[in-house]
Each structure stands twice: as C-alpha cells, then as structure tokens.
C-alpha cells in the first residue's frame, strides 16, 4: 500500500489555497482600479504663468464642469507653494481655484520676504505686493471664466487677512472675500498679543480678555515697520465678507476682532463671522469639518444660479 506524505500534501493544499487568495485579491484591485479610472472628474487643471509687478506668478487654475463661485486662494504666512489640496476641495464643490506660488517660492518669480530668509514679511510694502499679487491673480482668474456674472472672490487664512482687503480695494473684479482667523487690528497690536501668549495653548485658561487687551495696547514693539489696519480698508469696501474664528485662538485676539467687525457691521457693511468656541488658530483645516463647510456653502449661496464649464483657453 503506497505511503502518502501527509506534510507534502497539506504544503501543496495550502500554496493552492494563497495563490487563489492571491488571485482574487489581484482581481478585486484590478476591478476597483478600473472603476475609478472610468469615474471621470469632476474638474480640469491648466498650470498657467501670470505677471505681476514685473515677476512671473506660477500656478494652477482648477476649473470644474459646473460652477458655482470662483476663488483666488492667498497665501498665509511662510514660504507657501500653491496650494492644490485646498483647491481639490473647492473645486470638487464646484468652485473654480487659482492657486499659486508665493512670489520667490516654488516656480514663481521674484524674491520670497520672511524671517526665513531674516526679512520683514509684515511690513506694509510686503503685504501690499502680495496683495498685488493676489489682484493680478484676480485678473488671470477672471479670463478663463466665460461667463463674467460668475462671483470671483478671494479666500485665505491668518496673515491673508491683511492682505485679501488691500487686494479687494485695488480690483472691482473682487465680489466676495472669506478668511479664516484673520485679524481685525494693525499688524504690532497682533504681534504684542502673539508674542504676550508666546505659544501656550492653555493661555486662555489662565488669562483674562482684560489682561490679553491690556498687552496688546500697551506693550513696547519689538521691531519696527511700517503697519497696516485693515480697518482702514474694509471701511471703504462694498463686498460681503465672511470671517471663521476660533475661540482659543493665540495668535489673533478674536473678541477684538469681532469687536471691531460688528462697528464696520453698524456702519452697513456686509460682513458676518462665525465663532468656533472650541478652535484654535487653524480654523481651516481643523479635526473638525464645519468651519470649511461653512465656508464653501456661503460662496456657494453668493449666487443661486450655475455655470456651464468655461471653454478651454
């Protein structure tokens, strides 16, 4: 009687068994990969050149196939290269994006100012070229979208804040502006408050709004440049503004903001805000989703009707 190798047998049985899983896991990518490969997008790109103040501006428009509102993306703070994540999600809900190089970063021309490079980036003849910039951004924008009643509007975070007013002031293209954690005071009284709460996250925890405003009125300036306030701008603008703030901010003091937002509100301006109690500074791309949300269904609504996409330039 012939002996069988019961190891030998079980060895075979289980590579047979791997290869089919093997198999069938192959498959079921393959499939998946085909499904979203025939999904086609809901938007195009184009990388495109644009001048502004005698230097190239590199960037990428994203242009969906309806659309809703239209947004020029400006820069916060810090060597920024366009910024194709936030433009993803504006155009898949329907808002067309340009988004750019900071000027001196990336594949745009010029020359980059920050501490980074031990230069002033908030002195007032630096934000007022990048809100330069962000016009001529505008501009650009503004010439790939074949119907000129879509609403072009500009949108940024934090030391965007200083500069998508001065932009708006310099282009009527400008219909709308949204910032996230924007300050509503000069540049050295944000300062003394940043530097007063030094980073520490629970600073709320053991510091009053009398004591925070106390600093930022009287505290010495620890460089000097020359300032900006913005309420100087927004006084004089006609569009409707959104504001996103969070309440543990400590970078911008939000009870003075919003202070001074509600005296340009009772001078009939069209400005609003919304306050997240329990957010910091980084209200755009916090753990929680609302603050965007907010955000993107206010553009949205800026205008009730669509637009079909823009023919290719």
Not at 32 to 56: M, Q, V, W, Y
Not at 209 to 215: G, S
Not at 252 to 265: F, G, M, Q, R
């Amino acid at each position: 009687m012939k002996t069988i190798n019961k190891s030998k047998a079980f060895g075979r049985t289980s590579c047979t068994k791997e290869f089919s899983k093997n198999l069938l896991l192959l498959l079921f990518l393959f499939a998946n990969i085909n499904c979203i490969l025939a999904t086609p997008r809901s938007f195009t790109t184009r990388n495109i050149k644009f001048l502004s103040e005698g230097d190239l501006i590199a960037g990428t428009i994203f242009i969906p196939n309806s659309i809703s509102a239209a947004v020029v993306i400006v820069h916060g703070s810090g060597q920024e290269k366009r910024m194709t994540e936030f433009a993803t999600l504006l155009a898949k809900n329907n808002i067309a994006v340009l988004t750019y190089d900071k000027r001196g970063v990336g594949e745009s021309g010029g020359i980059y100012a920050g501490p980074e490079v031990g230069t002033n980036n908030v002195d007032f003849s630096n934000l007022n070229l990048l809100s330069l910039d962000a016009s001529a951004a505008v501009t650009t924008l503004s010439e790939y979208l074949s119907n000129n009643q879509i609403p072009l509007g500009l949108i940024g975070a934090s030391q965007a804040g200083w500069i998508i007013p001065l932009a708006a002031d310099k282009n009527k293209k400008v219909k709308f502006m949204a910032i996230f954690s924007g300050a509503l005071i000069t540049v050295k009284e944000q300062l003394r408050f940043q530097f007063y709460t030094n980073g520490n996250t629970n600073f709320w925890d053991s510091h009053t709004e009398e004591d925070a405003r106390k600093h930022i009125l009287n505290d010495p300036d620890k460089y000097e440049f020359i300032d900006t306030n913005p309420l100087d701008t927004l006084s004089k603008l006609s569009i409707p503004g959104l504001w996103i703030f969070g309440g543990k901010d400590i970078q911008v003091p939000v009870n003075l903001s919003i202070e001074n937002l509600n005296t340009l509100k009772l001078k009939s301006k069209n400005y609003e805000y919304k306050l997240f109690p329990l957010l910091g500074h980084n209200t755009a791309f916090s753990d929680s989703e609302e603050p965007m949300n907010t955000v993107i269904k206010w553009m949205k609504n800026i205008k009730t009707w669509k637009h079909k996409k823009p023919k290719s330039k």
